[in-house]
């Protein structure tokens, strides 16, 4: 096993995940309250591969059709675990999860 290895538990069965050089070594679930011109919002959520929130929340913008009037908060650090299974790179932005709109409806 590699030093750089992590042990994680994953339905009840020790898995080694060792991160790969290419992949970001942090990265953050950004979410961003996208507000269109007829006054309707829709919540989404991005995985972003940085190392700080404030940095996420900044990388997120180069997804195409964010600007900086779209409210953006960093929720939680993405696991090494997730970093792998996205494939995140450092400065990647993809999209995770669900969208909701501005009510919290599906």
Do not use: H
């Not at 011109?37 to 913008?61: I, K, P, Q």
């Amino acid at each position: 096993m590699a030093k750089a290895a992590e042990r994680i538990i994953d339905e009840g069965r020790l898995q080694d995940v060792t991160p790969a050089r290419e992949f970001a070594s942090s990265g953050w679930v950004i979410e961003v309250l996208l507000v269109f011109d007829n006054g309707s919002a829709e919540r989404r959520f991005f995985a972003v591969g940085a190392e700080t929130a404030a940095s996420a929340e900044e990388v997120v913008l180069s997804y195409p059709g964010i600007t900086r009037d779209d409210k953006r908060v960093a929720c939680r650090l993405l696991s090494p675990k997730e970093i792998a299974d996205l494939r995140l790179r450092t400065l990647a932005v993809r999209p995770y999860g669900w969208s909701l709109d501005a009510l919290g409806e599906v």
